[in-house]
Nanobody, 119 residues
């Protein structure tokens, strides 16, 4: 099992910054990739940023040059640095991990943390 717990959400003015954190526990050795997704009412949950076990990253076009995904503490933490926030970044942000073995691939999600960008 893998347990994910997000923190760092809140309310910020447009142009501001927030840093989201995701604490990872459990069987982390077989995690193949991790990412941040976000969800707003009426829309599907969308990928924001993704990082592989090798450190390769990719971002949604809407957040490129503003958001940075990174890992820390021997892969027990996942971060999302969000700069120049816009009202359209308002959403619930979820941490995601994919665990892959020779026998299965399994997805894990945190409960989410809310980000509100408003003046």
């Amino acid at each position: 099992q893998v347990r994910l717990v997000e923190s760092g959400g809140g309310t910020v003015q447009p142009g501001g910054s927030l840093r989201l954190s995701c604490a990872v526990s459990g069987v982390i050795s077989s995690i193949s990739s991790m990412g941040w997704y976000r969800h707003t009412p009426g829309k599907q949950r969308d990928l924001v940023a993704h990082i592989t076990s090798g450190g390769d990253t990719n971002y949604a076009d809407s957040v490129k040059e503003r958001f940075t995904i990174s890992r820390g503490n021997a892969n027990k933490m996942l971060f999302l640095q969000m700069n120049n926030l816009k009202p359209e970044d308002t959403a619930v942000y979820f941490c995601h991990a994919e665990r892959r073995t020779d026998y299965f691939t399994r997805d894990y999600w945190g409960p989410g943390t809310r980000v509100t960008v408003s003046s």
